[in-house]
């Protein structure tokens, strides 16, 4: 076994590990930049009140200025701009409805409310995009043995659907998680950090990335973001249950952005 990864990754060596460590480290740090901005400006503005200025049309203003310096700064692209544009009308659409259906709520006030949901939240649906944008260019991600197109898509459209249908018909999520094993069962992703080149399943990539938004839903509730039911009155960690709903959602969101990618290539062939 040891031969195998030896002769696929290079030779092996504690050095050489640690190089490679620090290189994914600082290419993961880079591309949370958005949400390190979130979750610094929930922890202020817990602690710090601006006159005049409610904290949730305080946090939609450190979210505005964030984005446009990333821009300004180069961090992020016009493009990865665009997808997390829609990232932000997607969420929005969906924070919406599940305020309405009283899944969770923002009890504080402010002016930029609509429906009983503060812009800013979309921002947190948008830095989900921002990050897998920022990994794919910064890591180089490739993947292996991707399934089809159209079954890929369906299969987002039917989760993205449960979201809102389940509050009425049979909720599907664990039918469709079934559903994405099949699809991406043999689908590998592989990535580039301090000039070695490292593969990954699929599957084990978006429960990783769904335990880690998991461990920051805890932190945002914690630090007041929103509140589920059960929060109303002291705070209590997210219930294990939440680690499903994100994982499809991940898996929402990296389908959207792989298709995107796609249409752009398809695009720039063309134009050829």
Request: aromatic share 16%.
């Amino acid at each position: 076994m040891l031969k195998s990864l030896t002769g696929r990754f290079g030779a092996w060596s504690p050095a050489a590990s640690l190089r490679t460590l620090l290189a994914f480290g600082w290419s993961q740090a880079l591309s949370c930049a958005f949400p390190i901005v979130i979750f610094a400006s929930l922890g202020m503005t817990k602690l710090v009140h601006v006159p005049g200025l409610s904290r949730y049309d305080l946090l939609l203003v450190i979210c505005l200025a964030a984005q446009a310096a990333m821009i300004w700064t180069r961090l992020e692209t016009w493009d990865e701009l665009k997808v997390i544009t829609l990232f932000h009308l997607i969420g929005l659409a969906l924070e919406l409805f599940k305020v309405y259906m009283g899944s969770w709520s923002y009890p504080g006030e402010a002016w930029s409310k609509l429906g009983g949901v503060p812009l800013y939240s979309g921002f947190m649906y948008a830095s989900v995009a921002s990050y897998i944008c920022q990994a794919w260019r910064r890591l180089g991600l490739q993947f292996h043995r991707w399934p089809n197109s159209y079954a890929a898509a369906g299969t987002a459209l039917l989760i993205y659907a449960n979201f809102f249908t389940h509050h009425w018909l049979p909720d599907l999520r664990w039918w469709l998680t079934a559903l994405l094993a099949l699809l991406f069962w043999r689908t590998t992703v592989s990535y580039t950090a301090g000039g070695r080149t490292m593969r990954m399943p699929m599957l084990l990539s978006f429960a990783l990335i769904a335990l880690f938004i998991w461990i920051a839903e805890n932190i945002s509730t914690f630090l007041g973001a929103w509140r589920y039911p059960d929060q109303e009155l002291d705070w209590t960690m997210v219930h294990w249950s939440k680690l499903s709903s994100w994982f499809l959602l991940v898996v929402i969101s990296i389908l959207i952005v792989a298709q995107l990618k796609r249409i752009k290539a398809q695009g720039n062939e063309s134009q050829a």
